[in-house]
């Protein structure tokens, strides 16, 4: 039997989908949550059965629990109907997504955090688009225009730093990688799950990055959002996995070891043309690696010079601004001509501008270096001074070119105006 399903947003006739076939799973991850598992499951599965027009299923995927959460989860897939519980023996977000959605017969797949962080009500203009066949992935973002979000300082500040270093780095064009709340065509996701090697929390980033770099639709819907005060996440473990994920991506990209035109040509999106250029081609990455490089270090050696001379006139602290400030001036023109290809004059002053707030947090890298050596051997000479100042320029350089990358020579994005939303095209 067949039947004609209507988009819940533009209210058109979409195709003629079998009945038999369940439109969406929500898949549920949890790790000892045995507080607040069935509040939210029951939360979203009254939301679904009296707003959601499709048939549905939501999967607790419970990864390792040494708590009740297992014994909570089969009673309540017990007690509800379309609510399902899966045991995995292992711990890891994406592990546990894959294990459901690699299984699940659903057209569409999503999943949300357990605490309902994310207003529900964006639920159906994220699925929309993946049932109209529109889109391919769907996010909400806590960072698009639109989002109302309630969270800490802290937080804020590490979930931009964090999608700043994707897009300085794998040339993101999505705005949130970890907000848990996404969505993807059940046939897309069969072709990028075999890609994505990590189980934890890089599973979404890994995921997208895949999905931009296919050519393939990603739709943003902006989300209200209230942060989680009892949030168990490890932030800094969380950190540095992220870290490793992003760098082994990239080297994937590189090295040509992920089959990003395979892929494409398998899934029918149409290749870049010869002569496109493209921020995000590991080669131009690479080009761009390089010329960033050498020019880094000319600015370091001149760098050093300029503070050697001026250390005898001057304290250190006035030395390293001194001779901070002259190459970084020098650096940014240098890097906007030659490693960036920016060869008009429109915009020079606003770079330099800008450079200087990278300068600002370069000097505070360098400035934190020195006094935290005074502090920890105060009877350090010049040369240790010196190989502190290296390292700290180093560390500066890495953050240089990712702010070079994603703010100050970014290329604009091709945003959709007629809605909220924001769909990315590779």
């Known amino acids: ?11 058109s006739v979409v195709s003629d989908w079998r009945v038999a076939r ?10 000892n949550e045995q507080g607040d598992l069935e509040s939210s499951v029951r939360r979203l599965h009254g939301y679904l059965s009296e707003q959601f027009p499709y048939s549905f299923r939501i999967t607790i995927a ?24 899966v045991r995995i023996p292992q711990k890891g977000r994406g592990r546990a997504l894959r294990a459901v959605w690699s299984a699940s017969d659903a057209l569409v797949l999503a999943y949300c955090d357990v605490d309902l962080s994310t207003d529900l009500a964006a639920l159906p203009p994220l699925v929309a688009p993946l049932i109209s ?4 992935v769907a996010i909400g973002t806590r960072l698009g225009r639109g989002a ?16 700043l270093i994707l897009r300085g780095t794998l040339a993101a064009g999505f705005s949130d990688a970890q907000c848990g709340f996404k969505a993807i065509r059940a046939e897309i996701a069969r072709w990028l799950l075999p890609l994505v090697e990590d189980t934890g929390w890089f599973f979404d980033t890994e995921l997208l990055v895949l999905a931009q770099r296919a050519g393939l639709r990603i739709y943003e819907v902006p989300v209200d959002w209230v942060d989680d ?6 932030i800094v473990a969380t950190a540095l996995a992220d870290l490793k994920g992003i760098a082994r991506i990239g080297r994937g990209l590189v090295t040509g070891k992920l089959p990003i035109d395979q892929l494409r040509a398998q899934l029918g999106r ?29 600015s370091t050696l001149a760098y050093l010079m300029v503070y050697v001379v001026a250390r005898d006139m001057t304290g250190a602290l006035t030395a390293n601004l001194v001779a901070l400030l002259l190459t970084t001036v020098a650096n940014t023109a240098a890097n906007r001509r030659f490693t960036f290809g920016v060869r008009h004059r429109g915009g020079a002053a606003l770079a330099q501008f800008q450079g200087l707030i990278v300068f600002a947090i370069g000097l505070a890298l360098t400035t934190a270096a020195l006094g935290t050596l005074r502090v920890w051997a105060p009877a350090a000479g010049h040369a240790v001074e010196l190989l502190v100042l290296v390292a700290a320029n180093l560390l500066a350089t890495v953050v240089r070119f990712v702010l070079f990358r994603s703010w100050v020579f970014r290329a604009r994005q091709s945003l959709s105006a007629a809605s909220p939303a924001k769909e990315i095209m590779a």
Not at 68 to 84: C, G, N, S, Y
Not at 148 to 163: A, D, H, L, Q, T
Request: proline residues 9%.
């Open 1 to 11: 039997m067949t039947v004609d399903i209507v988009c819940p947003v533009s209210g």
């Open 22 to 31: 369940v439109v969406l799973e929500v898949v549920v991850p949890v790790y």
């Open 62 to 85: 419970d990864n390792a629990s040494t708590d009740a959460t297992p014994q909570i989860a089969a009673r309540l897939a017990a007690e509800l109907a379309h609510v399902a519980s």
């Open 133 to 136: 066949g529109h889109s391919d």
């Open 148 to 163: 109302r979000v309630v969270r800490g300082p802290k937080r804020e500040f590490i979930s931009r730093c964090y999608n």
């Open 229 to 234: 005060p009892d949030s168990r996440v490890d």
């Open 270 to 298: 149409e290749q870049p043309r010869p002569g496109d250029r493209d921020p995000a081609a590991p080669a131009q990455l690479l080009g761009q690696v390089m010329r960033f490089a050498a020019i880094g270090l000319l």
